[in-house]
């Protein structure tokens, strides 16, 4: 009797390990339960028509065959990839993969994948890693906002920001971790400060100008500034002050919360700066690389970054504080940052 319960039991985990799946209209999704694969695929389905609408301006139509979604659910970090087949301006397939607990899956990660399809029924290609990576963290609800707000002080502050010629060239992902990291919060802080100054649209327009013609044509254009070091020195000066971000800039996929894990430098309201290196243990999110594998990143040129201690004899720019994302008094947390003089 033992040994068939045993049996039983075995056999129960077997078939519950099988998962289930559930069918959309443009997706396929694999969950553990037939209830979770529900759920996903709902919620994908309403990323997949707000996110065109906010992005694009309309809903895309039905896609030719089904994207299929796998979803695991584990206690770990967050995380997910959406690969695509790009051939002659066609998107022959595409899959996604999320995973996570399922409030970080339905809130954050699976807007995330969402939007790289957006950006990818817009361009037909691969986007480039900063616009990709930064502009869909800005479909992410709170929680993740506000880490990569923090993330991106740490790296101005500790030397590995890059230079905007430098990171709008980059085409694959570094193969450092902490490089990976500041690609994102790097990518999405520039992505929130294009979107706040003109739009979503707009910024879409400013990518694909700057993919066929080149990033100061795509400057001169849409920001009516004449050179790449333009812009990066607006980034830098919107960065510097206070911001508060428009309500429509904000994803709408969650209620706002309040990060689990707090900084222990922040404050109420908002993320203070703190120094150092960027954390890099949680799993990152991404899209399929341009190349194969074995072509798919190369080191960074650390010379190509910015480090807060100017070189010798150069003009070096006074300090500055980076303040808290919503408007308050400064907090005894927050701390001076040093940025480079321009070249």
């Given at each position: ?155 101005l502050?500790g030397g ?8 709008f ?24 400060f294009?979107v ?99 072509h ?32 308050e ?15």
């Open positions: 009797m033992v040994a068939r319960r045993s049996v039983l039991f075995l056999a129960a985990i077997a078939i519950s390990s099988m998962g289930a799946s559930y069918r959309t209209p443009n997706f396929i999704v694999h969950a553990p339960t037939e209830q979770i694969a529900q759920q996903v695929g709902q919620h994908a389905e309403r990323y997949r028509r707000e996110k065109a609408l906010e992005w694009l301006g309309q809903e895309m139509n039905a896609w030719g065959q089904p994207c299929t979604l796998r979803v695991t659910i584990t206690p770990g970090g967050p995380g997910g990839a959406t690969t695509f087949a790009f051939d002659r301006g066609a998107i022959l397939s595409q899959e996604m993969n999320v995973q996570g607990s399922l409030e970080r899956v339905l809130n954050s990660v699976l807007p995330h994948e969402v939007t790289h399809t957006v950006f990818a029924y817009k361009f037909r290609c691969p986007v480039p890693r900063w616009a990709d990576e930064g502009g869909s963290v800005l479909s992410e609800d709170d929680v993740e906002r506000k880490r990569h707000d923090q993330m991106v002080r740490q790296c502050a590995r920001a890059f230079r905007l010629r430098t990171l060239e980059m085409k694959q992902y570094p193969t450092d971790g902490g490089d990976v990291m500041t690609l994102y919060a790097q990518g999405y802080s520039l992505a929130r294009l706040e100054t003109t739009s979503r649209p707009q910024f879409l327009a400013f990518v694909g100008d700057g993919m066929r013609q080149g990033w100061d044509y795509a400057v001169q254009t849409h920001l009516h500034m004449s050179r790449v070091e333009d812009l990066e020195e607006a980034w830098l000066s919107w960065m510097r002050g206070t911001f508060r971000p428009r309500s429509d800039v904000l994803a709408r996929n969650a209620k706002a919360t309040s990060d689990p894990s707090p900084s222990k430098a922040g404050t109420a309201g908002g993320i203070a700066a703190q120094l150092g290196r960027p954390e890099v243990d949680a799993i990152v999110r991404g899209a399929s690389p341009d190349e194969p594998a074995n798919a990143s190369s080191p960074v040129r650390r010379d190509d970054s910015w480090s807060p201690a100017a070189t010798p004899g150069a003009r070096r720019t006074p300090p500055v504080t980076l303040k808290p994302p919503q408007p008094a400064p907090s005894q947390a927050q701390r001076a940052l040093q940025y480079p003089p321009r070249p």
